[in-house]
């Protein structure tokens, strides 16, 4: 299985970007699918998730300004990313995973694209 993120680059502040995801060589419909990012000197944290049904979940760093959307058919998730601020350049990574029970259990990761927001 191999997670395909593209749509990373440069932006000023209060620009737009737009990630995405394919999940390549499974049949598999994950059940949940995330985007984390690592920004510079700092851990890998969550940024949204979504499930199959499309309950979603944002970091409350980017509610209001991200939305994390998914194509059940095409194996594929997206991060919008509106009103870009510099603290939003990082390395950002999607994941494929399960959700159920209450539970989300992280699964395959994307090898990371980098978004990087100038003031």
């Known amino acids: 299985v191999q997670l395909q993120a593209s749509g990373g680059g440069s932006a000023q502040a209060g620009e737009s970007l737009r990630l995405s995801c394919e999940v390549l060589g499974s049949p598999n419909v994950y059940s949940l699918m995330s985007w984390y990012r690592q920004r510079p000197g700092k851990e890998r944290e969550l940024v949204a998730d979504i499930t199959y049904r499309g309950v979603t979940d944002y970091a409350d760093a980017v509610k209001g300004r991200f939305v994390i959307d998914r194509d059940n058919a095409k194996n594929e998730a997206s991060l919008q990313m509106s009103d870009l601020k510099p603290e939003d350049t990082a390395v950002y990574y999607c994941?494929?995973?399960?959700?159920?029970?209450?539970?989300?259990?992280?699964?395959?990761w994307g090898q990371g694209t980098q978004v990087t927001v100038s003031s």
């Open positions: 994941n494929a995973g399960c959700a159920g029970a209450g539970e989300k259990v992280l699964g395959h």
